[in-house]
């Protein structure tokens, strides 16, 4: 004879958090943690890497502890090959070792891999402390930092281990872009366009108009601050509209995964050489490729696509290094696949999103459409 008991654990959880944006943010950060943003913390963690480390972790580090704050810094190799479950087991020893504890909070200082990685270091340290985003990355600022996906990549493919951790507060620093490598901003731009694709006609247009004035035509840093102020704040609220809706990507939220279905595939298997944006750049071709197809964008439309990502310096053709039938496989690690099979999100035109005829925000799509698609992509 069994018994059952149901453990009531109704939880009413407020994670809402601020998203601020402007110039060079210690100031602000510090005078948050003097108001108590994060209560009841002994140490704070800085976790960066190595590029980031000098530019704006150091110098943050000194900042705190001029004010009064204990805090250490733990650094990691720059670069996305560092985004692993090895490198997260070093810095939680590291901390261990320092003797950081339940009362630590973790500041993360630099692009999307930080966030990513100490995010889910934060999450999981102590079975879970609070963490704070410093985005130095137009990538981090536009989409990595807020939202709370965080993880590590695996050998078979990106993001695949990791939790949702929302931080308890994002600053994105305008001033950091800056000192970025012009084709890490350019992978930026590859986020900036799939957000104003998927939600936002008129900050498409925007971006038609304005992109001379953050990347010039020979893809090198331009940074018209005003433009720059508005791409930030536009992508930040196309995303944390749809963040709010559906924190856990139960439906809605795979919308912000447009492009990465063909996006995360073709960056696991071009060993890393292209940039997380520069893949989702060609990603959203593919999906552009199928969309027409289906009748889901006119010719026209998938046309002013790429000619907006070929103008913000993004790889537009696949590289003949990956073969299709490769790239269909890989797709199968992505995390919208349901019974075994294949789907993607679609724009409807441009600015809006396909919602089925089931409710649901994605589709599956046979494989043999994929392939057809894929054969229509140029290759370099
Ligand atoms: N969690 C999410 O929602 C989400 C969203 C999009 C992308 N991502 C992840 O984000 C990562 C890509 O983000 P990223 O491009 O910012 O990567 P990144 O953190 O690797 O930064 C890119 C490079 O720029 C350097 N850098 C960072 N800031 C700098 C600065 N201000 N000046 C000079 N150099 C600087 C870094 O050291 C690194 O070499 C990928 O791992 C991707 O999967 C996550
Ligand atoms: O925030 C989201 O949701 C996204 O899908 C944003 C993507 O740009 C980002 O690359 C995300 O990490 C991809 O998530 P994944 O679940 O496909 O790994
Ligand atoms: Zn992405």
Same mark, same amino acid.
């Given at each position: 004879?069994?018994?059952?008991?149901?453990?009531?654990?109704?939880?009413?959880?407020?994670?809402?958090?601020?998203?601020?944006?402007?110039?060079?943010?210690?100031?602000?950060?510090?005078?948050?943690?003097?108001?108590?943003?994060?209560?009841?913390?002994?140490?704070?963690?800085?976790?960066?890497?190595?590029?980031?480390?000098?530019?704006?972790?150091?110098?943050?580090?000194?900042?705190?502890?001029?004010?009064?704050?204990?805090?250490?810094?733990?650094?990691? !190799?720059?670069?996305?090959?560092?985004?692993?479950?090895?490198?997260?087991?070093?810095?939680?020893?590291?901390?261990?070792?320092?003797?950081?504890?339940?009362?630590?909070?973790?500041?993360?200082?630099?692009?999307?891999?930080?966030?990513?990685?100490?995010?889910?270091?934060?999450?999981?340290?102590?079975?879970?402390v609070p963490s704070l985003n410093?985005?130095?990355?137009?990538?981090?600022?536009?989409?990595?930092?807020?939202?709370?996906?965080?993880?590590?990549?695996?050998?078979?493919?990106?993001?695949?281990?990791?939790?949702?951790?929302?931080?308890?507060?994002?600053?994105?620093?305008?001033?950091?872009?800056?000192?970025? !490598?012009?084709?890490?901003?350019?992978?930026?731009?590859?986020?900036?366009?799939?957000?104003?694709?998927?939600?936002?006609?008129?900050?498409?247009?925007?971006?038609?108009?304005?992109?001379?004035?953050?990347?010039?035509?020979?893809?090198?840093?331009?940074?018209?601050?005003?433009?720059c102020e508005h791409i930030a704040?536009?992508?930040?609220?196309?995303?944390?509209?749809v963040v709010e809706q559906d924190?856990?990507?139960?439906?809605?939220?795979?919308?912000?995964?447009?492009?990465?279905?063909?996006?995360?595939?073709?960056?696991?298997?071009?060993?890393?050489?292209?940039?997380?944006?520069?893949?989702?750049?060609?990603?959203?071709?593919?999906?552009?490729?199928?969309?027409?197809?289906?009748?889901?964008?006119?010719?026209?439309?998938?046309?002013?696509?790429?000619?907006?990502?070929?103008?913000?310096?993004?790889?537009?053709?696949?590289?003949?290094?990956?073969?299709?039938?490769?790239?269909?496989?890989?797709?199968?690690?992505?995390?919208?696949?349901?019974?075994?099979?294949?789907?993607?999100?679609?724009?409807?035109?441009?600015?809006?999103?396909?919602?089925?005829?089931?409710?649901?925000?994605?589709?599956?799509?046979?494989?043999?459409?994929?392939?057809?698609?894929?054969?229509?992509?140029?290759?370099?």
């Amino acid at each position: 004879m069994s018994r059952t008991f149901q453990v009531m654990l109704k939880k009413v959880v407020d994670d809402s958090y601020a998203i601020e944006i402007g110039e060079l943010l210690f100031d602000s950060l510090i005078a948050d943690l003097q108001q108590g943003l994060v209560p009841n913390v002994s140490k704070y963690a800085i976790i960066t890497d190595s590029t980031v480390e000098p530019l704006y972790g150091r110098p943050l580090l000194e900042r705190l502890r001029q004010n009064g704050f204990a805090a250490e810094l733990f650094s990691f !190799p720059a670069g996305e090959a560092s985004k692993t479950r090895e490198t997260k087991a070093l810095l939680e020893d590291q901390l261990l070792s320092r003797a950081y504890g339940r009362d630590s909070c973790i500041i993360a200082v630099g692009g999307g891999a930080v966030t990513d990685l100490a995010g889910f270091l934060a999450g999981t340290f102590g079975r879970g402390v609070p963490s704070l985003n410093y985005a130095t990355t137009l990538l981090a600022a536009a989409d990595a930092s807020v939202g709370g996906k965080t993880g590590v990549n695996t050998p078979v493919a990106t993001n695949l281990i990791g939790l949702f951790h929302q931080p308890r507060k994002v600053y994105i620093d305008l001033a950091a872009w800056r000192t970025l !490598p012009a084709r890490e901003f350019r992978s930026g731009l590859a986020e900036t366009i799939r957000h104003a694709c998927l939600g936002d006609a008129d900050f498409f247009s925007y971006l038609e108009e304005n992109m001379g004035k953050v990347i010039s035509d020979r893809g090198q840093l331009v940074l018209d601050a005003g433009v720059c102020e508005h791409i930030a704040l536009a992508n930040c609220r196309i995303k944390y509209e749809v963040v709010e809706q559906d924190e856990r990507e139960s439906n809605l939220r795979q919308i912000l995964n447009l492009g990465h279905t063909a996006g995360r595939a073709i960056e696991a298997l071009s060993g890393y050489t292209l940039l997380h944006g520069e893949a989702v750049a060609i990603g959203l071709v593919v999906q552009a490729k199928l969309g027409v197809k289906r009748g889901y964008m006119t010719e026209d439309q998938a046309e002013r696509l790429i000619a907006l990502l070929k103008k913000a310096g993004l790889p537009t053709e696949m590289p003949a290094s990956i073969p299709n039938r490769q790239l269909v496989d890989k797709m199968y690690t992505d995390k919208k696949v349901r019974s075994g099979r294949i789907r993607f999100v679609f724009q409807d035109g441009i600015g809006a999103m396909k919602r089925f005829a089931d409710g649901s925000y994605s589709i599956p799509v046979e494989e043999a459409d994929i392939l057809a698609a894929l054969e229509e992509m140029p290759r370099v």
